[in-house]
C-alpha cells in the first residue's frame, strides 16, 4: 500500500490526512484515485490507515479509517555507526540499513578515513541522506525514518553506543569475541549499537579505546567485509538474533 | 596480503607460483617487491603462501611457502538463487553474497522477472558477472570464487535447492514460518539454498509450488526487503546462525 510520511509535506488533523509538498507529487506519479488505500505515518511507529477523498494538483486528502502501529518496527532499537565512506557508500549503508531496521544510522570521521567534509558539503549530504533514508523506510514498510546524522568524531560514536544494551565494535584483527558471543551473553537487548570502520579499518589504539570504553570488540568471522557491507551483515544477524528477521 | 587465484590466469607448479596473465596487471597496480608475501589460492579452499622471487614485466614468480587451507571459507555450502534484477543489482548481489560466503550464486527468471536474457547477452554478462565474483573473492579473503550461473527456470532452482539441507524459499505473504524456525528445527546444516524473488516478488502459485517441493516457505520478518538485499540479509543471518560470521 503507497506509504507517505508526515515529514514528508503531509499531515494529519481532525480524521483528515492531507498529502501534500513532495507527497504530492508522488501521489501523481502513483496515479492515485478516489477511494484508493493509502497509509501515512507519523514517523513514530503510528500508521494512519486512510481512504482517498479528493484529490487536487496540489494535494491528496483522505479519510482516516484506523490508525494502528506499524508492524515493522523491530523490538531493538539499533543506532549504525560507520565511518564516513567515500562515493556513493554511505548512500548505500543508509538504504539498506533501514530496510534491515536501523532507528538511527550516523557516520564519523575516524584516524583512517579518508573522505573529509567541511561545514557547507556536510549539511547538503545530510540532507540529500535523509532523503534515501525516507525513501528507504516507504519502501520497505518501515514506521519511523531512520534519523541520519554526521558526528564530531569516533568519541562521540564510543558515547553514543556505550549508552546502549548491546556497544557492538567490530574489528578485524586481534583478539576478539565474536559478535555471536556478543549477542547472547547481552541478555535483554532493547537498545544496540553497530561500529563499523571506513574504508581503510581503525587503528589499533582506536579499537582499544573501544575495549577501555566497555564496548564489545568483536569479529564478523574469518572474512573481510567492504566497509559498506559490514553494517548490512551485522545488522542482518543482530536483527535475526533479536526474532526481528 | 594481496591474493591471486589460479582461474585468474595463474598457475603453481614444482613449488613455484607464476602470477600471470590479467593477475600481472594486478600485480603491478599493487607494486609488489622480491621478497614480498602474496597468497596463491587454488579456488579450491587451499591457498599457497608464497614469497616473490622475480618480478617481469607480464609474470611474477613466487616460491611457495606454505600450503594451508584457507581460514575463511564456511562450514555451510550456500547456494543463493536470485530472480533475475534489472540493472546493476545482479552485480551487487554477487559482490555482497560472496563477502557472505555463498559458494554457488545463481539467477533465474521467473513469472514477474522484468528483465529478460537472451544468450548473447547472457554469456556477456556471465563473464562479467563471474570477475566480479572473482574480485570480491581476493578482497575479502575466500578460498572459493562462488560459481555464478543463470538457470532456465524457478524449476531448476527448486531442484537444485531440494537436494540441500535447508531449502529455504523466501517469500513475503501468507503463512509461513519464520528464517529463525527454519533453520533451528534443520538439524546438521551442510548445505543450504536461498531463494529470493525479482523487483516484483513471487506468484502465489510460485509459492505453493515451492511448499509442494518440499522447500521451506519461510518470511524475513514484517519488513519489505528490496530484492537486492533480501539474498544479502538471508545469507547474513545464515552464517550467523551457523557460526559463521
Known amino acids: 500500500m503507497p506509504r507517505f510520511f508526515i515529514s514528508g509535506g503531509s499531515s494529519v488533523a481532525g480524521g483528515v490526512a492531507f498529502i ?3 507527497d504530492a507529487a508522488h501521489a501523481r506519479v502513483l496515479r492515485l484515485h478516489i477511494g484508493d488505500r493509502v497509509i ?5 511507529g503510528q500508521d494512519h490507515h486512510c481512504s482517498v477523498t479528493r484529490i487536487s494538483p496540489d494535494m491528496v486528502e483522505a479519510e482516516v479509517l484506523e490508525t494502528r502501529s506499524c508492524p515493522a518496527e523491530p523490538s531493538v532499537r ?3 555507526m560507520a565511518g564516513l565512506p567515500k562515493g556513493d557508500k554511505a548512500e548505500y549503508i543508509i538504504q539498506k540499513c533501514t ?3 536501523a532507528s538511527e544510522i550516523l557516520f564519523f570521521p575516524s584516524h583512517r578515513c579518508v573522505m573529509k567534509l567541511d561545514r557547507g558539503a556536510g549539511e547538503k549530504k ?4 535523509q532523503r534515501i533514508a525516507e525513501e528507504a523506510a516507504k519502501q520497505s514498510g518501515r514506521g519511523v525514518i531512520p534519523r541520519v546524522g554526521l558526528l564530531g568524531g569516533l568519541d562521540e560514536a564510543f558515547n553514543t553506543a556505550a549508552a546502549t544494551d548491546l556497544p557492538l565494535f567490530l574489528y578485524e584483527t586481534g583478539e576478539r569475541e565474536t559478535l555471536k558471543e556478543a549477542v547472547e551473553s547481552a541478555g535483554a537487548i532493547r537498545t544496540a ?5 571506513p574504508e ?7 579499537a582499544e579505546l573501544a575495549a577501555m570504553m566497555k564496548l564489545r570488540v568483536c569479529s564478523m568471522g574469518p572474512r573481510i567485509f567492504r566497509c559498506e557491507t559490514a553494517p548490512v551483515a551485522a545488522l542482518s544477524a543482530l536483527m535475526y538474533a533479536t526474532d526481528n528477521l
Chains 1, 2 share one sequence.
Open 20 to 22: 501534500a509538498g513532495e
Open 40 to 44: 501515512v505515518c507519523d514517523g513514530n
Open 78 to 80: 539499533v543506532t549504525v
Open 99 to 101: 530496510e534491515c531496521g
Open 126 to 129: 545530510l540532507s540529500r541522506w
Open 193 to 197: 549499537a553497530i561500529i563499523t570502520g
Open 200 to 206: 581503510g579499518g581503525f587503528e589499533g589504539f582506536e
